[in-house]
């Protein structure tokens, strides 16, 4: 496959990499024990007692993020912002994939193709594929990774959708896509979609708002199609004592929220918090 649009590698390439390093230095877990070794290891010019306050402070915010859902409902917000479907179009012209469903890094250690916990990406393929035989379908995934570029997730989600049994013959791979904005630019010049044209998108539901943004950006109406739930309404009422569970949780909204603000002051999306209410610009019009 011919790279989309060589200009853009260059770029982009300062802000993917500071992105991956912000992002880092951001996450909850994180910053909890940047906060904690600044306590131990920083203590000159304080009194022991305000040490211990420190980390107590510390300690009591890993306690509530263990105990209340906090991460359930800052992850319920981007999921409900898109709801599933309750009836799909009678006719859809394509069918757009997100990426972000499987490991590469473990792929090339084991020579099979292994998936993540946004599998759900994936499987509905197959599914999607038979309901609409005739649409146009497109898988956007290429390395995320800093330090493993040349892994890429295409080729991965090939060899998994070809064990599941699918016909890929009518499946376009794109494999040099590093972030979503990258996902949309790209398979939006393989592809060329029309406009009047009905297009699925297939991500995670809290990935759904920035990508529906960073789509309608770029000129490209689509009709959201989310999956791979993360806070089922059960557990916003539901206290628990699970620390890595709860901080998993927050991480992967947090920094959603963190993609919304950074996307949206780069203008790649379409307002700050995309939702379905917002009308989507014209297709032969828009093109950024």
Known sequence: MDFPDKRLWGTNTLSFALSKIFW?????????????????????????????????????????????????????????????????????????VLGGSVDQIATAETGRPEVNGAAERLMVMPELARRYPNARIIFSGGSGELRDPDEKEAPVARAALEEMGMDISHVTFEGESRNTWENARFSRDLMRPEPGQTWLLVTSAFHMPRSVGIFRRVGWPVVPYPVDIRAPKVLLYRPSFDLLGGLELLSQSVHEYIGLVAYRLMDRTDSLFPGPERPAPDIATKSP
């Open 24 to 96: 880092a230095l951001s996450a909850p877990g994180n910053l909890l024990l940047l906060f904690l070794l600044a306590t131990l290891f920083t203590t000159r010019g304080f009194e022991p007692q305000h040490s211990l306050r420190r980390a107590r402070a510390a300690a009591l915010a890993l306690l509530i993020v263990a105990v209340v859902p906090v991460g359930a409902w800052s992850m319920r917000a981007l999921e409900t912002r898109f709801p599933a479907p309750t009836a799909l179009p009678d006719h859809v012209d394509g069918i757009i």
